[in-house]
Structures are given as structure tokens and as C-alpha cells.
């Protein structure tokens, strides 16, 4: 039974250009992430998901150099990009990953694949109820639901985000969600705005340099003796790309 994780990367993200490289404690950000996923005990491979354009030449060149897999497909249609990584490095089950979450939680992705295994199901995550901080989402799915997926699905949201056609359609897939208690999906930790990546380059100053596999029980942890680190980027909401394309799908006539 083999895991693959497929990290989704590109360097033209609209609202924070280059956010993957930026550095942080010395490090591009992308490499961070893919450091903590290394830590998961239940993944086979990694393979990083770019896209062929050429300002992404440079997130494969950081692949080169820290020995990740790197498939580089559609930029847009990030649904066939992972299709097609995912014939090119087959694996039974997927984990999906995108490169916006350098607070990623190892324990958490091996958590995830656990019930995902467990239950025999099609389909899990820990993203359909928010549970955690939002950028620890982790979503698991079966290569036969990621063709299924690929085959059928027409909305550009759909295209853009891979798991939404599963999603959308939960009469033809089995489902599972990973829940977790107390409830800290009030929490933000992904990367989309410049307030988002000054505080996790905040929570890496104060954490990575005594303990470079800190967990999410340190960052709360620091947040609790540090609250004015939430104010930083507590103002922006969860899923706002999500969003942004499900309003583009009714403009081109979807329902």
C-alpha cells in the first residue's frame, strides 16, 4: 500500500508573489514545509506539483537541491497537473498538500492517512469540518476518486481545486473527516496575505532556531505567551480562493 504526497507549488500566487521562496529563517518557506513533511512516518514519497511556466523554473531548481521529486504540469487546471503527477508517480492513496501551510503538522498528516486507511474510504480530511488552524489542512484520497475527479469534473473550481469535485459530488464517493478537539480552526497559520507570512515568520524566529521540529502544541503554546502574535493576521477569513473561484463558476453559468 503505498502514500504518495502531492504538494501543490507555484511561484505567480496573486496575492503574495513569490510567497513559496521567500525566505524565512534563512530558508525559503517551501523548503521548511517540505522539511516537517519529511517528519511524517507513513508517506512513501513526496513530489512537488509545479506548473511549466518559467517563473517556476526556480521552485524546481530548489527541488534539484534538496533531493524532492518534481512534476511540473497545467498551471491553472491544478486538477489534471495532479492527475497527471499522480500517473507519473503512481501510488495507491494521495495526500494533498499545498505550498501556502509551512506550519504543516507531521503528526497530523499521519493522523489523517491513518483513518483514511482505517476506514477504507475514498476520501478523508480534516478540512470539511475546520477543526485545526487553518494551514494543517490534509486531505487523503484514493487514486481511482483523484481519475474519477479528473474525468468528470467541468467547473473551473473544480479544476483549480482538486479535492471539489469529491466534495461536491458525495453521493458517488465515500467520505471520512478527521476531527479534533478543542476546536482551534479560529486560528489562521497558511500564507496568503504579507500579514500572514510576517507572523509564521514570527512563530520560526521564536521556535525553529531551539527546536527545528517544533510542534503545534509549541506554537499554541507560544501564542498563549504571546497574544498579540494572533492580531497580526486575524482579520482575513478561511477559503477566501475557494470563494473567489466558486463566484467565477457562476459567472460562466454553473450552478
Not at 503574495?16 to 517540505?34: D, E, R, S, T, W
Not at 513530489?47 to 511540473?72: M, P, W, Y
Not at 461536491?168 to 478543542?182: E, G, L, M, V
Request: some cysteine.
Amino acid at each position: 500500500m503505498k502514500v504518495n504526497v502531492i504538494l501543490q507549488a507555484r511561484f505567480s500566487s496573486t496575492r503574495l508573489p513569490g510567497k513559496v521562496l521567500k525566505n524565512i529563517v534563512n530558508k525559503p518557506m517551501l523548503a521548511l514545509q517540505i522539511e516537517r513533511i519529511r517528519a511524517a512516518k507513513l508517506i512513501d514519497n513526496i513530489i512537488v506539483a509545479t506548473s511549466t511556466k518559467q517563473d517556476d523554473d526556480a521552485i524546481a531548481n530548489l527541488c534539484e537541491k534538496l533531493n524532492v521529486t518534481c512534476f511540473r504540469g497545467n498551471l491553472n487546471d491544478v486538477l489534471d497537473r495532479f492527475y497527471c503527477a499522480a500517473q507519473q508517480f503512481p501510488s495507491n492513496h494521495i495526500v494533498r498538500l499545498t505550498g501556502d501551510c509551512p506550519l504543516i503538522e507531521a503528526s497530523i498528516i499521519d493522523q489523517v492517512i491513518t483513518l483514511h486507511l482505517n476506514k477504507g474510504v475514498d476520501y478523508t480530511s480534516n478540512c470539511l469540518i475546520p477543526c485545526l488552524p487553518d494551514g494543517l489542512d490534509v486531505e487523503v484520497f484514493t487514486l481511482n476518486a483523484l481519475q474519477q475527479s479528473w474525468q468528470q469534473a467541468t467547473k473551473p473550481s473544480e479544476r483549480e481545486h482538486v479535492t471539489q469535485y469529491i466534495i461536491n459530488n458525495n453521493d458517488k464517493f465515500t467520505i471520512a473527516s478527521y476531527q479534533y478537539s478543542p476546536n482551534l480552526s479560529k486560528h489562521r497559520w497558511t500564507v496568503d496575505e504579507a500579514n500572514d507570512f510576517e507572523f509564521v515568520d514570527k512563530i520560526y524566529q521564536c521556535l525553529y532556531p531551539n527546536k527545528p521540529n517544533f510542534t503545534m502544541e509549541d506554537v499554541l503554546s507560544l501564542l498563549k505567551q504571546q497574544p498579540d502574535l494572533v492580531k497580526i493576521n486575524n482579520e482575513f477569513s478561511r477559503n477566501q480562493g475557494l470563494a473567489s473561484s466558486k463566484a467565477f463558476d457562476k459567472e460562466q453559468g454553473f450552478e
